[in-house]
């Protein structure tokens, strides 16, 4: 039985919720649902590895795992957990998978995209220097490629350079536009600002 994004993202916020009133008690039993509602879809370590983050106070990721959910904004952090969880994984996975058998080719879980081979920067020994920096993805390209790839099950999308935020505009657009995906970037920092930031936590 496939469950509908809407359904689990009903079910899915309240689970949020229930973590939060304590993450190291709640957070396993969470993950035991997760599991039972995917069934096979994924392989045991997706489950046996995060456990161990958060079981375990000898993992190096164990710490950080707890001060994302303390430091981090409660809104901005439950939709990109819900959208990493069900958009990306479930119904991402299994509309990929899919169309992998229907169409006899790979399709990518994460697809790497440089709105820009522009950088704010000149970097001794950069890579991206190499490209010059006079190649553009238009706005409307880079909702092509998005949309494109969600109908083959991919919405992860990761910003790389060229300097990303150097299209900071276009790509709020884009993250606005698609609240289904999430969409990450390797940026040198220096273009975040405050304003930024909170355009960037309205988009979710």
């Known amino acids: ?5 809407s359904t689990l993202h009903k079910i899915g916020r309240p689970l949020v919720n229930y973590v939060y009133k304590n993450p190291k008690r709640n957070i396993p039993k969470v993950l035991k649902i997760g599991k039972a509602i995917t069934g096979n879809l994924f392989p045991e370590t997706t489950w046996t590895a995060p456990l161990d983050v958060i079981t375990n106070p000898q993992n190096t990721w164990n710490d950080y795992v707890y001060r994302i959910i303390e430091e981090t904004d409660k809104e901005l952090l439950t939709n990109v957990l819900l959208t990493f969880a ?3 994984g479930y119904i991402g996975t299994s509309t990929l998978r899919e169309n992998r058998d229907k169409l006899k080719c790979n399709i990518p ?7 820009t081979s522009a950088c704010n920067l000149k970097c001794k020994g950069c890579w991206a220097a190499e490209y010059g920096h006079h190649s553009n993805l ?14 083959l099950g991919t919405h992860f999308f990761m910003f790389t350079g060229g300097e990303p935020l150097v299209r900071k505009k276009d ?8 609240k289904d995906c999430i969409f990450l970037a390797f940026t040198n920092g220096t273009l975040v600002d405050d304003e930024f930031c909170e355009e960037l936590k309205k988009s979710g």
């Not at 706005?139 to 998005?146: A, G, P, Q, S, Y």
């Not at 790509?171 to 698609?178: A, D, K, S």
């Open 1 to 5: 039985m496939k469950f509908k994004a």
């Open 86 to 88: 069900i958009d990306a």
């Open 109 to 115: 879980w994460i697809i790497l995209m440089d709105p």
């Open 138 to 151: 238009t706005l409307d390209e880079m909702r092509k490629i998005v949309t494109e790839a969600k109908a």
């Open 171 to 178: 790509i709020l657009t884009i993250t606005n536009e698609n």
